[in-house]
Antibody, heavy 117, light 115 residues
Framework: EVQLVESGGGLVQPGGSLRLSCAAS????????MHWVRQSPDKGLVWVSR????????GYADSVKGRFTISRDNAKNTLYLQMNSLRAEDTAVYYC??????????WGQGTLVTVSS | QAVLTQPSSLSASPGASASLTCTLR?????????IYWYQQKPGSPPQYLLR?????????GSGVPSRFSGSKDASANAGILLISGLQSEDEADYYC?????????FGGGTKLTVL
């Protein structure tokens, strides 16, 4: 069964840092592009970042560029999102998702990040 | 102006059809884009439904019933998700998505109520 499990969310103060992880199983992780998408409470979906299959190419939404870093460890079948200089507006559920031919499927259950003092 | 605009809510009766629109910002031609549709139920992550560019370029998600289909209204510069034979289980949030300028853009979502 294809599965994505996020972890690492929690409460952090403004200006702080957090690293999210996404453990993948049930498929050959190293052959897929991966993405992070977030959803603020009671709001819509917002794409955050993407990484290609070998980690050599990344992309970011303007809102997180320079503060967030996406990475992956194909030996550990794990995707990461390092989040620095966090702001209140970064508060959201963060989902990791696998991309296949521009389709996001499946999605993890998400991990909640709350930025508050 | 947002890249993709969706009505915030829509209500329809069981057994009826619902047409959910996703309007592209002026200057972005719907004809050149594949429109992707996702369904999200409360407490769950989004699930892929289908993509539509044209009748010759479309894809149904695995296990997605055929009563979910895509189309476009070129005159309105909009993608459309049509759900026929509405069931109570179709009550959910629906998001459209496109790949634009080397990034991914989601619409704000439409909350579909079946009552």
């Amino acid at each position: 069964e294809v599965q994505l499990v996020e972890s690492g969310g929690g409460l952090v103060q403004p200006g702080g840092s957090l690293r999210l992880s996404c453990a993948a199983s049930g498929f050959t992780f190293s052959t897929y592009w991966m993405h992070w998408v977030r959803q603020s409470p009671d709001k819509g979906l917002v794409w955050v970042s993407r990484i290609n299959s070998d980690g050599s190419s990344t992309g970011y939404a303007d809102s997180v560029k320079g503060r967030f870093t996406i990475s992956r460890d194909n030996a550990k079948n794990t995707l990461y999102l390092q989040m620095n200089s966090l702001r209140a507006e970064d508060t959201a559920v963060y989902y990791c998702t696998r991309e296949t031919a521009a389709v996001f499927d499946p999605w993890g259950q998400g991990t909640l990040v709350t930025v508050s003092s | 102006q947002a890249v993709l605009t969706q009505p915030s809510s829509l209500s329809a009766s069981p057994g009826a059809s619902a047409s959910l629109t996703c309007t592209l910002r002026s200057g972005i031609n719907v004809g050149t884009y594949r429109i992707y549709w996702y369904q999200q139920k409360p407490g769950s992550p989004p699930q892929y439904l289908l993509r539509y560019k044209s009748d010759s370029d479309k894809q149904q998600g695995s296990g997605v019933p055929s009563r979910f289909s895509g189309s476009k209204d070129a005159s309105a510069n909009a993608g459309i998700l049509l759900i026929s034979g509405l069931q109570s289980e179709d009550e959910a949030d629906y998001y459209c998505m496109i790949w634009h300028s080397n990034a991914v853009v989601f619409g704000g979502g439409t909350k579909l109520t079946v009552l």
